[in-house]
Nanobody, 111 residues
Framework: QVQLVESGGGLVQPGGSLRLSCTAS????????MGWYRQAPGQEREWVGD???????RLPNSVKDRFTISRDNAKNTAYLQLNNLVPEDTAVYYCRTEGYWGQGTLVTVSS
């Protein structure tokens, strides 16, 4: 059974940073691209970026100067590094692969 577990969310001040993790089980992790999404209150889920099997990353222009994605295949884990956070980044952040979603981790940016 495929399972994705996100962690690393929390409360951070504007300008701060967080690193989110997504640990996968039930799949041969290195064979899969991993995607990150977020959903702010009252808004639709938004694509934040993904990392391909070979390590190439794709991020939308809206976040690519502040967010980075990486992966550690030995740990079955993908990471989303969030830098220079602003209140508009407040959302539940999810990882996804092949139609499977994690439960999400909440990031709150507030002073």
């Amino acid at each position: 059974q495929v399972q994705l577990v996100e962690s690393g969310g929390g409360l951070v001040q504007p300008g701060g940073s967080l690193r989110l993790s997504c640990t996968a089980s039930g799949i041969l992790f290195s064979n899969y691209a991993m995607g990150w999404y977020r959903q702010a209150p009252g808004q639709e889920r938004e694509w934040v970026g993904d990392i391909l099997r070979g390590g190439n990353t794709r991020l939308p222009n809206s976040v690519k100067d502040r967010f980075t994605i990486s992966r550690d295949n030995a740990k079955n884990t993908a990471y989303l590094q969030l830098n220079n956070l602003v209140p508009e980044d407040t959302a539940v952040y999810y990882c996804r692969t092949e139609g499977y979603w994690g439960q999400g981790t909440l990031v709150t940016v507030s002073s």
